[in-house]
């Protein structure tokens, strides 16, 4: 499958599950809930990197393009309609992360729904959330497709990082701002533009990237096993301790 069908399909899937949203509003609020509290989550578990001069736009980078409760239906939209031109006007290196952003972001979509259908069903206190998000995760499961979607968030980090390197490649994207905005790619080039200027500020320190996106690994996947694996009082103690964090 070529680059332009697979990012429609892909956008195709998230629009399905948008429609569905809206047909069920009480779903529509439960995943609202769900995104809401994973992007303050992110800034608990994440407040010393958001703090320090070297890690904290990168930081902000994942928090707004991957982890963020924000409306992406504008970007979608963009994506969808012009997936076949994107093939024309971009070197394949920046179609490779195009792709990568909108497998990574279906995957996504699809999980959060999952989640709230979960957090529909439980029975304890509305006002609860860390409980909640915790029971709802371990109904959901689906532990190799949350494995899955921390490889893709780090794997988009390192295309980043590499297209930084790539000669000519800034001067290029800054010629292409207008053709883009015109051609209705503006939320796309937006995206790689400040892809490209985060992760080439942070490639200029050494092994910054590399330690950045190992950080994410680490606190990422502690979360997962304690989500899966950990006794739920204890749980549900440290995902408020990180949630309070963000504060």
Request: charged share 20%; with cysteine.
């Amino acid at each position: 499958m070529d680059a332009a069908q697979t990012i429609r399909d892909c956008i195709a899937d998230v629009t399905a599950l948008r429609l569905h949203r809206t047909g069920d509003p009480a779903l529509g609020a439960a995943v609202g809930r769900v995104k809401a509290l994973q992007a303050q989550r992110f800034r608990g578990t994440y407040a010393d990197l958001m703090a320090s001069p070297t890690f904290g736009p990168a930081a902000r980078f994942f928090l707004e393009e991957l982890y963020s409760d924000s409306d992406y239906t504008d970007r979608d939209q963009q994506f969808g309609r012009i997936a076949g031109t994107l093939q024309t006007m971009f070197p394949q290196p920046v179609v490779n992360t195009a792709v990568a952003l909108a497998v990574l972001h279906a995957q996504t979509e699809a999980l959060d729904q999952d989640m709230g259908r979960a957090w529909r069903l439980q029975a304890g206190s509305p006002d609860d959330a860390a409980a909640c998000y915790a029971a709802s995760w371990r109904t959901v499961g689906q532990r190799h497709a949350r494995q899955q979607q921390l490889q893709r968030v780090l794997a988009m980090g390192t295309d980043l990082a590499r297209l930084t390197r790539t000669p000519g490649l800034r001067m290029m994207l800054r010629m292409m701002r207008g053709p883009a905005n015109a051609a209705g790619m503006g939320a796309l080039q937006k995206f790689l533009e400040a892809g490209f200027d985060t992760f080439g500020q942070l490639a200029r320190q050494r092994g910054g990237v590399e330690e950045f996106l190992a950080t994410i690994e680490a606190r990422e996947q502690a979360l997962m096993d304690l989500l899966f694996d950990a006794d739920p009082v204890a749980c549900g103690t440290q995902l408020v301790r990180t949630l309070g964090q963000a504060r």
